[in-house]
């Protein structure tokens, strides 16, 4: 299927569209294609440059795409790996890719990408313009892949690089998901008891007529608090998350503060260290081994740790490899890596087989968060249940308690 594009980017300012057109190329032959333009008459003067004649152009209806993300990346990369090392030409690859994908503005992104490449834009450069779903890491190794004549093998060892990183990022929330979640539903279903259910035991206590235990005292008190002003408890809930995670968001010294704080929680703090230490090592072997210097890379392996703390150790990191200092050194001194980490990386370089020294420190580590995992997920169910059973029982058992004294009474 022929394409074409229009000869230069549109202005930000103008607003394209998706056209389909159909016509004959010079030797009569009917060709077919979609492009991208502010308006029918830049589609029908472009193709006519190109030799195209008696053509139908029709407007795309828009569709309205879901959100792009990393899982969405990850899969064009393994397809545009696949293609390439099968042969198939950069710009028609891109067609395919675009044109299979059930995401519309996955397919929009690929058309705007393979039209800056079409323009005479290296790839590279072309992922540059998008830095919101093509990091420099990314955008690195395909120019890294581009200067060596070894793009599909670079694409090819960045697809599995990120296949890697999701499945650790994946068992990460796995980990985290189920005890957040039970904590919610434990406070919803406590916030109901006490506004809904324990009023009307408080109604049935009235006539009681005898001096009610201090268990019931205490829980019809909160039960009061949470009647009366329910909606500032809900309210200042809500709002303090926003403000957390808003001032989490814009504060660098926050930032460090909770990474460095989550790395010392028990059991979770040690899934979270390992997950960056082979995130860590992960990025560094990808870059190194296809051929980024070791200063610029450690640039990409500071924004992909997903840690403050490790982010701010990779800086005085590469600092200090810039001015001399051997890598092991280096890392010794920032003093956040295990000594089997260190010992490997000096091997490593001693060897000249850091690549591969990272590659098996960072394959140990992801074993190790899958153990450290599922252990977790272990541990966590029977205190969970020990937890859950405790609060919801402790307050049956604290509004039953005068209905047990009754009895006792009667009897």
Not at 24 to 37: C, L, P, S
Request: aromatic fraction near 10%; hydrophobic fraction near 45%.
């Amino acid at each position: 299927m022929a394409t074409a594009t229009a000869p230069a980017r549109e202005a930000k300012d103008v607003k394209v569209y998706t056209f389909y057109w159909e016509g004959k190329d010079k030797t009569g032959k009917i060709v077919k294609g979609e492009m991208r333009a502010s308006g029918e008459a830049i589609v029908n003067s472009t193709l006519r440059r190109q030799g195209i004649q008696n053509l139908k152009v029709k407007k795309v209806a828009g569709r309205r795409g879901k959100r792009i993300t990393s899982q969405d990346i990850t899969f064009f990369t393994r397809q545009l790996a696949t293609m390439m090392k099968a042969g198939v030409p950069l710009l028609q690859a891109f067609d395919i890719v675009a044109k299979g994908h059930s995401n519309p503005s996955v397919t929009k992104l690929l058309i705007d990408i393979k039209s800056e490449v079409e323009t005479g834009s290296s790839l590279a450069q072309s992922f540059r313009k998008y830095p919101l779903y093509f990091d420099s890491l990314y955008c690195n190794l395909v120019g890294a892949g581009e200067q060596a004549g070894i793009l599909d093998t670079l694409l090819d060892r960045l697809a599995t690089y990120q296949e890697k990183i999701l499945a650790i990022k994946g068992k990460i929330k796995k980990a985290l998901f189920y005890p957040v979640s039970i904590i919610v539903v434990a406070f919803i279903v406590v916030a109901i008891i006490m506004i809904f259910v324990i009023p009307q035991f408080k109604s049935l206590f009235d006539g009681f007529g005898a001096a009610l235990p201090a268990p019931t005292l205490f829980v019809m008190q909160i039960s009061n608090i949470f009647t009366s002003y329910w909606y500032i408890i809900f309210g200042g809930l809500f709002g303090g998350f926003w403000l957390f995670f808003n001032s989490l968001k814009r504060s660098e010294k926050m930032q460090f503060a909770m990474d460095r704080l989550s790395l010392k929680i028990p059991v979770v703090g040690d899934v979270l260290q390992k997950a960056t230490i082979a995130r860590w090592t992960r990025t560094l072997s990808t870059m190194f081994a296809a051929g980024v210097p070791l200063v610029e890379a450690l640039d990409s392996v500071a924004g992909a740790a997903g840690n403050r703390v490790y982010y701010n150790a990779t800086k005085r990191i590469q600092s200090d490899v810039s001015t001399g200092t051997s890598l092991t050194v280096s890392m010794q001194n920032s003093a956040v890596f295990p000594n089997m980490v260190l010992q490997m990386c000096a091997i490593g370089e001693e060897s000249g087989a850091l690549d591969s020294m990272l590659g098996k420190v960072a394959d140990f580590y992801e074993r190790e968060v899958d153990d450290a995992v599922d252990a977790m997920a272990s541990l966590m169910e029977p205190m969970i249940m020990v937890v859950l059973g405790g609060l919801i029982g402790g307050l049956v058992i604290a509004m039953y308690l005068p209905i047990f004294k009754m009895g006792q009474v009667v009897g």
